[in-house]
């Protein structure tokens, strides 16, 4: 289990897993702004950061969000799909370019900007944005930044794109693995508004493993269903959730399961991180629905209760309040008309039988013992910066009746959710 | 509209609206008891409340939770509803009668004995639970106090009854409706895990208008579809739901559309009372979805707005997020495939346009006055045991694309909602 004392282990850690593949570099540069929507009297610093391969590749892919109301990155990231080759990603955050007058010809100019910088054709690049929506870019001082930003490059460390992408989030996300000589380094961006097709998350997967065109999208499609897909904080989907992989294609010899097999490893680690920095989460709730007749049964349920605020709630008192997780295996059950049996169903919290032969099971020392169990599992309030221990609050509902099974993650509710959410603008 | 002073004001005016119809009795009795699941050493105090008629009718019709974990009331008064007669109901708070072992023999002994004080069948009476759920009820001590129940009944005031089967309730909630010398009564507790298929909610109707059973029954399902079930605090609807209504039939002349109007304008009134009075509501929300291509659309949009946490705590902080609206218009449409188009469609908070031409209209002093707008519409959190005002945060989505409408009725997320629900048992 990995376990940290203080920012400073946590970030060398990090530092460690951050050397970039074969074939990549990337570069930070601060910017300071001010909003067209807002009068101020200090400027708004924003980080610009980039990704660029020294090679343009064919192999690369990209998963975006489903909300009916894509912002301009993601308008833009669809047709770049169609693109035969690919030089890299520039990222923003501040400001998520959603809904904004203007917003696609912003990315033109940006993107056109770092084709002259890399001396490239001018449609080479993706660009991803993550912040407030319905603001404008301040696209004339980011395209007085980019040369600065391209001259910043290094082949060295994603760390300080970790850190650059960051908004809420508490803490840098970096995963990686080695394979065969080569390398996958993914780094996440994400807090809040964490939901199945990766609400408000940013995700960069970098690889030198050469992996052709079709196979890197169609494994990015499946890891992302089972890992980012399955983690939640509240129930929205954003309207910038994208996933991007490169290859630069420069290490032989992986074969395809090897390698999604990593990449699945990879983004499971970084989702739980991804919920573990969440906004306020002061408990990742890990939910094993097991029994069922269907996968989307078991994820249907898992979802319901992961997304039960009455349930969030209870967790974030250390309140084992197991009636609120019945409450929501019937609430989506009888919506959805999903087959339970509530006389043969069981259901567990950190291995205690709580739930059996149609009744609860409920006693004065049980209660105290769940109650310890999740003051373990509890990680404090404030923005640490980092992560303290990465302990699950583990529930499994066995539905017993089938053989399929699907678990997700989310976080509690906690005051200091409100406290983020009430107030994220000001 | 209705604003009070205080607490007296506003429960001078409740006892007003609580005239019984004729041929209907009401008696409340206060309970100790001591939990068998909790080492206590004080004990709890329950309230029992008791609905009864003079005589038994045959015109009676009742709405249960969809929650496929019903608890034992619901289950014992889907059987009862086959009733040729009935009599009343018992009413209890503090536990909820839901997945505790014998809860369905519990009713039984109980409602026996309800049979034996009133000298009738003992298969005559409804009995609803609100509050813990997988606690047992204290039922020797209840069935102890069933004469002194039976005896406290008089014929006045629903008034008594309104508070004693509140829980978590802000404050007690009555409407009333004259019609023709007849007269509807509807008392309702509810407070947090309100939803569609009135969660957590219990409501009793008296009416001595002679309406004939079928006719009353399915009255009843056209204006809860229309009143209960479109409201929402938070996504779960509980185990426990029930909506009750009973006809002493003893004023004639009254047509059925002009019952059905009045009890769709009672219960619109009290279902906003039950937004008003959730767990640490601040803000009740209105959500008018117009211009759909079907209800069903407009219901689910609506329904998804009225549930984003990230919405719901934005508005919490007086913070006209509007992007989180969109985001959860997306996020729905994307997942249920709802047609709409973000290039059309408009949308206005307290009247102000913010969205129109497919981009926000953001400005400062826009802001600002959506920021007053929402402070004008908040409530104090702490309990005051009345409601201030009646004002709601009016948000309507124009999707232009049809005729079609619904009006979604719901809360902000506060921290005092997270204190109450990590906190409830304790």
Not at 58 to 76: I, L, W
Request: one cysteine or more; glycine letters at 8%; aromatic letters at 8%.
């Amino acid at each position: 289990m990995e376990k940290y004392k203080n920012k400073d282990e946590y970030e060398q850690d990090v530092e460690l897993r951050s050397m970039l593949p074969k074939g990549f570099k990337v570069g930070v540069v601060p910017l300071e702004f001010f909003p067209i929507e807002k009068n101020l009297v200090k400027p708004l610093p924003m980080k610009l950061s980039l990704i660029v391969l020294d090679e343009e590749t064919d192999s690369f892919g990209a998963v975006f969000t489903k909300n009916k109301f894509p912002g301009h990155p993601v308008t833009h990231g669809r047709e770049r799909l169609n693109n035969r080759t690919i030089k890299g990603v520039i990222i923003n955050n501040k400001i998520s370019n959603v809904r904004c007058n203007g917003g696609l010809e912003d990315i033109s100019l940006i993107t056109n900007e770092l084709g002259r910088a890399f001396s490239c054709n001018e449609s080479l690049f993706f660009s991803s944005s993550t912040g407030i929506i319905g603001w404008k870019l301040p696209v004339n001082d980011i395209l007085l930044k980019i040369p600065a930003l391209a001259d910043s490059i290094s082949n060295e460390s994603i760390f300080p794109l970790a850190k650059g992408i960051m908004t809420t989030d508490n803490f840098p996300k970096v995963r990686s693995a080695e394979l065969k000589g080569g390398r996958i380094v993914a780094v996440a961006k994400g807090a809040g508004m964490i939901e199945p097709n990766m609400a408000t998350m940013l995700l960069f997967i970098l690889t030198d493993i050469n992996i052709e065109r079709n196979s890197i999208r169609e494994i990015l499609k499946q890891v992302m269903d089972r890992t980012f897909n399955r983690i939640s904080i509240d129930s929205d989907q954003s309207t910038s959730d994208t996933g991007i992989i490169f290859s630069s294609k420069l290490v032989n010899g992986v074969s395809l399961i090897e390698f999604e097999n990593s990449l699945l490893s990879i983004c499971r680690d970084l989702a739980t991180d991804v919920v573990r920095n969440g906004e306020g989460t002061s408990h990742v709730i890990e939910v094993r629905v097991c029994g069922a007749k269907s996968e989307k049964d078991a994820l249907d349920i898992g979802k319901a209760i992961i997304n039960a605020p009455l349930f969030k709630a209870a967790i974030y008192g250390n309140d084992p309040n197991l009636g609120r997780i019945l409450q929501s295996i019937g609430d989506v059950s009888g919506n959805f008309d999903i087959d339970i049996n509530p006389d043969i169903l069981t259901l567990t919290m950190g291995g205690y039988t709580l739930y059996d032969n149609g009744s609860f099971i409920l006693n004065e020392e049980l209660e105290n013992r769940l109650n310890s169990y999740l003051k373990e599992c509890s990680l404090r309030e404030e923005s640490l910066g980092f992560p303290e221990h990465r302990k699950n609050v583990e529930i499994v509902v066995d539905l017993k009746l089938g053989d399929k099974e699907a678990t997700v993650y989310g976080s509690d509710l906690s005051y200091e959710y409100v406290r983020e959410n009430a107030d994220y603008r000001s």
